[in-house]
């Protein structure tokens, strides 16, 4: 038991062999444990104990999983796992759940390393995706040329899904190659993402080495034609000039106020996979072109809250920054967003009206920050011969809430 009373689950991971591949140590532990959690396959590995109770994971997990720990509350308690069980595994929702003091991992080789061995790679020279249950759009964040990538399989049509999506973002050429059961009956398939047809194991790992000549930058103000829009677009030196201010960093929350096209969140996530931005938007067909421009640049898992502000930012998580790009003069919405912020948290708001200026010269002269005049030229043809055609001015207020 745990200092504070919980039960001590010990969660032991298996290989590709099974049970025959459980040293001597762990295996004691299991079948001398009360209880035994884990998936059906991998309590159909074990051999038969009558005294001993086992229950496979509920459905749906992270609801279920309450109800059954708690029918065991007071007692010991094991339970399986694939590999590293904190590798996208039933581990990290326990310590989640739990805590750290009340989860002790008993890990194996994980796929991953089994994968870069297989393909000789360093561990510093690829990064991992992890697509076990998520959505398959996450890959499109980690592909640039010359890029190495292990994925993570949910099953075996991972692999089809992962080709149609090079394919379609620019990288039909990439070389695939699909680890099936490793540690175990391992298996190999090879060819590029154009005609992938390859018949694989549905516990598989895939190796890509990219090419091809896709969105790949990671850096702020992507061109605009990466965003599907109806003209309702922080065009990209602006999101630019913007996205510097608010300063995205790991893990910190962005809300994206008057979304438009969703070009400032997605970029907020794109700058590392742990960002989180929340898109409130007051227009339906913009609020679903979000959510499409955000799949198509990797970052599905972008929220959007469809409502106007500021009455639809109230319950919403607490922001680590804020930028407003539209309909800053409606009444309370500055004043809610600041508000929201914490010590050191940053705001930036754009206005292209008299009135939004207005608004932000007399925030400035209150709470200080920096007020900028943003007026961007580009060259387009006059006749034969190239002019200046100058885009509407925008006026920026970027303010970092000091502590009270």
């Not at 229950?55 to 007071?74: I, M, Q, T």
């Not at 991972?158 to 379609?168: C, I, N, R, S």
């Not at 061109?223 to 996205?243: C, F, I, N, V």
């Not at 742990?274 to 990797?298: H, K, M, P």
């Amino acid at each position: 038991m745990t200092s504070n009373g919980r039960p001590r689950i010990t969660v032991v991971g298996l290989g590709a062999d099974g049970w025959a591949g459980v040293p001597d140590r762990l295996r004691k532990m299991v079948e001398g444990a009360p209880v035994v959690l884990g998936g059906r396959r991998h309590l159909a590995l074990l051999p038969d104990l009558p005294d001993q109770a086992r229950e496979p994971w509920p459905s749906p997990l992270r609801e279920g999983l309450p109800g059954l720990l708690e029918r065991y509350a007071g007692q010991d308690i094991v339970a399986l796992a694939s590999g590293d069980p904190l590798l996208s595994g039933i581990g990290c929702t326990l310590v989640e759940l739990l805590g750290a003091d009340a989860v002790h991992i008993e890990p194996t080789v994980s796929s991953v390393a089994l994968g870069r061995a297989r393909m000789g790679w360093a561990a510093e020279d690829h990064e991992v995706v992890s697509l076990v249950g998520r959505d398959p759009r996450l890959l499109l964040r980690a592909l640039a040329p010359g890029r190495r990538v292990l994925v993570l399989s949910s099953d075996e049509t991972t692999p089809a899904v992962v080709a149609g999506l090079l394919v379609e973002h620019g990288y039909a050429a990439s070389r695939m190659t699909v680890l099936g059961d490793l540690g175990g009956d391992e298996s190999r398939a090879e060819g590029v993402a154009e005609g992938w047809g390859s018949v694989v194991s549905r516990l598989n790992v895939i190796a890509l080495e990219v090419v091809g000549h896709g969105l790949a930058s990671w850096s702020a103000g992507l061109p605009d034609s990466a965003y599907e829009h109806d003209g309702q677009l922080t065009k990209r030196d602006l999101r630019a000039s913007a996205l510097s201010r608010l300063a995205p960093a790991p893990g910190q929350v962005l809300w994206d106020v008057g979304a438009g096209a969703g070009s400032v969140g997605i970029e907020w996530m794109r700058a590392h996979p742990s960002c989180r931005t929340v898109a409130v938007e007051s227009d339906v067909e913009r609020a679903a072109r979000i959510a499409r421009n955000a799949g198509a640049l990797g970052v599905p898992g972008l929220e959007v809250v469809l409502g106007r502000a500021p009455d639809a930012l109230a319950g919403l998580p607490a922001p680590d920054a804020v930028f407003v790009g539209g309909g800053a003069t409606r009444a309370g919405v500055v004043d809610v967003c600041l508000e929201a912020l914490g010590s050191g948290g940053r705001l930036v708001v754009h206005g292209v009206t008299l009135e939004t200026e207005h608004l932000l010269a007399g925030r400035y002269a209150a709470l200080g920050g920096e007020l900028t005049r943003i007026a961007v030229e580009h060259a387009e043809p006059i006749g034969t011969f190239t002019g200046w055609t100058p885009g509407r001015a925008v006026t920026q207020w970027a303010y970092v809430k000091e502590q009270s």
